[in-house]
């Protein structure tokens, strides 16, 4: 998962340092008529990166309490919410984008939001260029023609509205406080967003604590939380009963074992939705025999995809098509897909000129996730039936990342199992992140480097900025090439499976918002 791969960047300098801060407001707002803590055990701490900038990790489920973007995506009607902007439009090339914003809008320091901030806010996470800040490659420049209109004007055409509304890169905060402290401000552990919720209290280790902040300008009439603590529960079964003794209102995973026994309790309910979220398991094509495209195609014929969804996934997920996942736009059913065929993966290898036992591989995977390690036993099993030897190799995220990165192609692993979720709700956030040519090895773990496919996907991303049934083609065209050349194996799109509180009202899983549940939504 994501705050697996970023962790490596907060050990460089994410600035994770011991300390307490908080957003004071001098505004005021109407009173809540029932008060009520949110708790949210998470299994990995939550806080990697402060910044809203460089967001790109687990601090997702925190962020939208802390600040807000210029619309929000719901996948059901394919249609953008109003957020910070509560209209939009277009020029008829995709080339300028227009975007009219909420009035009376305060961070938490008390201040006016105006479209001075939204510029301010884009054009830095643009410059610092991390995390997902590529979604706006497109912008040439942000025009403010008044105080709360903002212009984007763009080099080619690009679907602004998605980057506008994803969760990562596209908060809106305040840039001031940077002036008075310096750029490293917001990641020792400050915030200053508009969101309906500020910061009271968190420390290195410590729970995250947010408050509700007086000054939102959604007001606080009828039932709301209005305290939210952010917990990390590595046990899973401490998680569970948490939830059954009401100590807990929302974890973001449990095995399904326990799901299953908890679907007894007459407290609880279980939603099953999609996930957008897919496991993939990439080839070093830069070495060989899996340079040759016939032994790649052997390796995925030999994989177990349904032994693996029906044992290790309980059902809850279905074979890939692609590395689009099922339910975002883009991804094409009918795609042609390898599937568990042991004797036609025999005959490639004989075809490639590999004898049965002469082949040793080594897959590596994320430390402390049993369904990739299971998932993995059951290749391992599988392949030894072709004469083919595999090593399953579980390491802690910055140790397989690193190995992945070696300079030297031949000291990387063979195969490299990993998840991956969207920036924004977009195919081009998995063709791009994970099989765009790259100069520096980063997300593109099959080192696959192909100048018609780059073409191909950067072609269509244009294209559905003003034509999204032309960039749906070129994207099958795309992943049609990525069937034929077998960089990765495209194993299980999943389903997300939550066991939450009945009391537990309104609450939505958006799989554009990977895990995130939006509190001043619910009704406690």
């Known amino acids: 998962m994501r ?43 939550v806080m990697v990166f402060w910044d809203p900038s460089d967001s790109y990790s687990n601090e997702i489920i925190a962020m939208p309490q802390m600040y807000e973007t210029l619309l929000r995506y ?26 009219h914003l909420r009035h009376n809008v305060h961070f938490h320091d008390g201040s006016l939001m105006t479209s001075q901030n939204v510029k301010d806010s884009i054009e830095r996470t643009m410059q610092r260029g991390n ?9 040439k420049s942000i025009a403010t023609p008044s105080k709360y209109t903002v212009v984007f004007n763009l080099s080619t055409p690009s679907p602004i509205d998605f980057a506008a509304a994803s969760p990562y890169a596209a908060w809106i905060f305040n840039t001031a406080p940077l002036k008075q402290h310096g750029q490293n401000w917001y990641a020792k552990g400050h915030e200053d967003g508009t ?12 729970p995250l604590v947010l408050k509700a902040f007086k000054g939102y300008w959604g007001g606080w009439k009828g039932d709301h939380y209005t305290k939210l603590i952010f917990e990390t529960v590595g046990s899973s079964s401490t998680r569970a009963q948490m939830l059954q003794s009401g100590q807990l209102t929302f974890t973001d995973f449990l095995p399904y074992q326990q799901i299953e026994a908890l679907k007894k309790d007459a407290n609880l309910r279980v939603t099953v939705t999609p996930a957008w979220q897919n496991l993939m398991a990439f080839f070093n094509t830069k070495v060989a025999p899996l340079n040759n495209v016939l032994v790649r195609k052997a390796l995925s014929e030999a994989f177990p995809y349904q032994e693996v969804i029906t044992s290790v996934m309980h059902g809850y997920a279905s074979q890939s098509r692609g590395p689009i996942p099922a339910g975002l736009w883009g991804h094409d059913p009918s795609l042609p897909q390898y599937h568990y065929n042991l004797a036609g993966a025999k005959s490639l290898l004989q075809q490639a000129g590999i004898k049965p036992g002469s082949l040793n591989l080594t897959l590596t995977y994320t430390a402390g996730d049993d369904n990739e390690s299971a998932a993995a036993a059951l290749y391992k099993a599988s392949l030894a039936q072709i004469g083919v030897n595999l ?21 990387r692993q063979d195969i490299f199992m990993m998840y991956w979720w969207p920036d924004y709700a977009n195919p081009y956030s ?28 950067d072609q269509a991303n244009t294209d559905s900025g003003i034509n999204r049934g032309q960039a749906v083609k070129l994207y099958d065209q795309a992943q049609t090439m990525l069937y034929q050349d077998a960089p990765a194996i495209f194993i299980f799109d999943e389903q997300h499976v939550r066991v939450i ?20 939504d619910v009704t406690p």
């Open 501 to 520: 509180p009945k009391s537990l009202k309104g609450y939505y899983d958006n799989p554009a918002y990977t895990n995130v549940v939006f509190w001043y």
């Open 3 to 45: 705050w697996r791969r970023l962790a490596a960047v907060l050990l460089a300098g994410a600035g994770l340092v011991g300390l307490s801060a908080c957003g004071s407001s001098g505004s005021t707002g109407s009173a809540t008529t029932k008060t009520a803590v949110g708790v949210y055990a998470s299994y990995t701490q």
């Open 195 to 206: 969101g309906p919720y500020e910061l009271q209290s968190w420390s290195s280790g410590q």
């Open 131 to 139: 995390g997902a800040a590529y979604i706006w490659d497109a912008v």
């Open 391 to 411: 090593t399953a190799r579980p390491m802690p995220w910055v140790s397989q990342w690193n190995l992945a990165k070696a300079t030297n192609p031949s000291q």
């Open 430 to 457: 998995f063709l791009y992140n994970l099989f765009h040519t790259e100069s520096t090895v980063n997300f593109n773990l099959a080192y696959y480097y192909n100048s018609s496919f780059d073409k191909l996907i």
């Open 74 to 99: 719901d996948p059901k009607t394919d249609k953008f919410l109003p957020d910070l902007a509560t209209s939009y439009s277009k020029s008829q090339d995709g080339l300028t984008w227009t975007f």
